[in-house]
């Protein structure tokens, strides 16, 4: 069964590191992972991409170990304007089809 | 940075009705996409469209649903005969490649609310 998980929420504090993970058990081969942001009344934000290991940009990291099953995107130094849901993007192959599924979402509140 | 653009932004329809939800994805891409967002819950892939056919769908996307692009700008989602049920965010989403081994990320518009009364 395709599915991705994650922790329905997560509070933090200003200035901290914060660490989310999607659990993808069933992900396809040759397909990356996305992570996007998203805000109330608006679309889905891109933040990172990554196929494998450690992909770093100006806003986040990405961590993927070997087998793949599982991601994690790390926001350093959050503040509050980072309290938003976030979500991963993974392809699957599933019943002969390929197709995106989007995690079950992640709501980040940043506190003060 | 270029957008990927939706309208309206906001769309009331009776049951049963013809809806039309517009797109103007990112020029250069080549890959297009419509996703729907039921209030609370997570964002669900209804189709993926590439060189004028469809590419992907899920069991979602039925009979009732068809997607188009009627110029070389415009991206299109019909839902006929419309249901209470069909209330929802829909998202337009573009890329420059995309399938199993893309690594080009898809870029989303900020959606059309659709209410069915």
């Known amino acids: 069964l395709a599915k991705t998980t994650q922790p329905i929420s997560m509070d933090s504090y200003e200035g901290q590191e914060v660490n989310i993970t999607c659990s993808h058990n069933?992900?396809?081969?040759?397909?990356?992972i996305t992570w996007y942001q998203q805000f109330p009344s608006q679309g889905p934000r891109f933040i990172i991409q990554?196929?494998?290991t450690k992909v770093t940009n100006e806003v986040a990291s990405l961590f993927i170990p070997a087998d793949r099953k599982s991601s994690t995107l790390s926001l350093p130094r959050v503040s509050l304007s980072d309290t938003a849901v976030y979500y991963c993007?993974?392809?699957?192959?599933?019943?002969?089809?390929?197709?995106?599924?989007f995690g079950t979402g992640t709501r980040l509140k940043v506190l003060a | 940075e270029p957008e990927v653009t939706q309208t309206p932004s906001h769309q009331v329809t009776q049951m049963g009705q013809e809806v039309i939800l517009r797109c103007v994805p990112i020029?250069?891409?080549?890959?297009f996409y419509w996703y729907r967002q039921i209030l609370g819950q997570k964002v669900e892939f209804l189709v993926s469209?590439?060189?004028?056919?469809?590419?992907?769908k899920s069991e979602i996307f039925d009979d009732q649903f068809s997607v188009e692009r009627p110029d070389g700008s415009n991206f299109t989602l019909k839902i006929r005969s419309t249901k209470l049920e069909d209330s929802a965010m829909y998202f337009c989403?573009?890329?420059?490649?995309?399938?199993?081994?893309?690594?080009?990320?898809?870029?989303f518009g900020d959606g059309t609310r659709l209410s069915i009364l």
């Open positions: 020029s250069n891409h080549l890959y």
């Open positions: 990554g196929y494998k």
């Open positions: 989403a573009s890329s420059f490649w995309g399938g199993e081994k893309s690594n080009q990320p898809q870029h």
């Open positions: 469209f590439y060189n004028n056919e469809i590419s992907e």
């Open positions: 993007l993974v392809g699957f192959h599933t019943s002969g089809t390929y197709k995106y599924i």
């Open positions: 069933n992900i396809a081969t040759n397909d990356y």
